[in-house]
């Protein structure tokens, strides 16, 4: 199959994105074979991804935001494939593309085509992947409880706006987190495992993560006394507490909830009491900017056993 072949998964509701429609038309006079499938049910990318496999695409392009990304990352990631996957970010807050640099603009997204890809780390938990960051506590009850309509009105802010509405709903929650050489314990308002560095429409948790290391940044926010007022200030300035956060890098983490946890994965719910994460090295390759901030800058990656 020619290497100026692609086939872009677009999330359904980009059908009549006149951008996207523009882009491809752009690299098609360009010469490439760029081929169109659109989601319309859950399931579908994971569906998409196999048929594109089998039918030989090197190159598969992910139109949507941070879930659709995960569902392809994730169905790219169960095959032992060449594949590489480029990220034409569609959504609300894209979160993983803006912590990589990757252009929102979706012409642009697709000039990555053209550049190497480069072999990324994945995280898992509970036997689901994620690309981008789990986060756990009051941050991501916002983040799944802000609605579509929100979103469409306010974009990004609508997480700010839905989280400043819900102080009546907030109680920090009393965890235990260990892994090599690290343990920590006590009540948290707000957890972020993360092979990106950002979530929840920008708000930077993990603000040093590299997503080429072999491990995965935790970031702790303890729950300080007066729990409300620090976090109308967390959210008001983007997680900016930064002297408050307590912060690890390893390559896997346990974590154990007296009253089970809610964790997001990229949008995925995953709720429980034990629960491990762990890193995925060189699980997938991504076509991202040379100068990707998630990018180690050293060409050999020392990566833990």
Sequence with gaps: MSDRKALLILHGKQALNEEVRAAVENRREQGWELAVRLTWEAGDAQRLVNEALA???????????????????????????????????????????????????????????D????????????GQVFLNMATGGFGS???????????KVLGGAAYLFTGLSR??????????????????????????????????GGHVLCPQALADDG????????????????????????????SMFVRARLPWVEIKASEGLFINLDGEPLEGDNLRFSARPAALRVHLPETSPLLSATES????D
């Design 55 to 113: 039918a030989g695409y090197r190159q598969i392009i992910a139109g949507g935001g941070d879930g659709t990304l995960r569902d392809i990352a994730e169905a790219m990631a169960a095959h032992s494939t060449p594949a590489s996957l480029v990220l034409m970010p569609l959504g609300t807050a894209n979160d993983f593309a803006r912590a990589a640099g990757v252009p929102l603009e979706p012409g642009e997204a697709l000039d990555l085509l």
């Design 115 to 126: 550049v190497t890809p480069s072999a990324i780390d994945l995280g898992e938990a509970g």
């Design 141 to 151: 009850q916002v983040t799944a409880n802000t609605s579509e309509e929100l979103k």
């Design 167 to 200: 102080f009546s709903e907030l109680h920090a929650a009393y965890g235990e987190l260990h892994g090599p050489d690290f343990h920590w314990r006590g009540e948290l308002l707000a957890l972020g495992i993360g092979n990106g560095r950002q979530a929840g």
């Design 215 to 242: 491990l995965l940044d935790i970031s702790i926010l303890p729950a300080p006394q007066e729990v409300v007022g620090t976090l109308k200030s967390l959210l008001a300035d983007g997680f900016g507490i930064e």
């Design 301 to 304: 990656v020392s990566r833990p």
